[in-house]
């Protein structure tokens, strides 16, 4: 079943995950109490401005002005509702 879910308007990180650059690994993490999910670079670009207070369109022209490029917000979008449904997004 393919179950559609709006992203919120401001997406934040859920309060039971965080989100850190781990040092041994080179990488950032989410951490929660049962584990651990490696990301990819262009994940943690995306989550770390999840914050609750910039809303998607700003964190898409956000990517968009950091790593000169066009045309984020279906990748963006993607990885939202992606950690939306494992529960990363509130």
């Not at 999840?50 to 990885?79: K, M, Y």
Request: proline share 4%; charged share 30%.
């Amino acid at each position: 079943m393919n179950v559609s879910m709006t992203l919120p308007e401001r997406p934040k990180l859920s309060r039971r995950f965080r989100l850190q650059f781990e040092e041994a690994q080179k990488r950032w993490v989410l951490l929660y109490p049962e584990g651990m999910v490696q990301l990819n670079d262009s994940a943690a670009e995306i989550l770390k401005r999840c914050d609750g207070e910039r809303s998607l369109n700003e964190i898409v022209t956000e990517l968009e002005v950091a790593f000169s490029a066009q045309g984020l917000l279906p990748q963006v979008t993607s990885l939202l509702e992606e950690g939306q449904r494992r529960g990363w997004i509130d």
